[in-house]
Nanobody, 120 residues
């Protein structure tokens, strides 16, 4: 059983900052990658930022220079620091963890989502 739990989020004015946190727990050998996705009303879920085991961060073009993803491999956690927020960042943010099981099997788990609302 693997659990992915998010925290943070909330409401902020444009130009403000928020910090999201996510931790994976349960029975697995390691984590292949962890990342953040978001889904705005009426839109598809999209990648925001991802960090694989090699540490090479990936960002959506829309958040480059404003968001920073950091991974704590010991704690099996990831954070997303979001600065200079705009109303276009309003969405439900989901944490995704790809965990490593026995025989190098990989499985994907999602958090329950956390709402981020940016007012103009």
């Amino acid at each position: 059983q693997v659990e992915v739990v998010e925290s943070g989020g909330g409401m902020v004015q444009a130009g403000g900052s928020l910090r999201l946190s996510c931790a994976a727990s349960g029975s697995f050998l390691g984590i292949s990658s962890m990342g953040w996705y978001r889904q705005a009303p009426g839109k598809q879920r999209e990648l925001v930022a991802n960090i694989p085991a090699d540490g090479r961060r990936q960002y959506a073009d829309s958040v480059k220079g404003r968001f920073i993803i950091h991974r704590d491999q010991v704690r099996r956690a990831v954070t997303l620091q979001m600065d200079s927020l705009t109303p276009e960042d309003t969405a439900v943010y989901y944490c995704k963890a790809v965990v490593i099981l026995r025989n190098d099997v990989r499985e994907t788990y999602w958090g329950q989502g956390t709402q981020v609302t940016v007012s103009s």
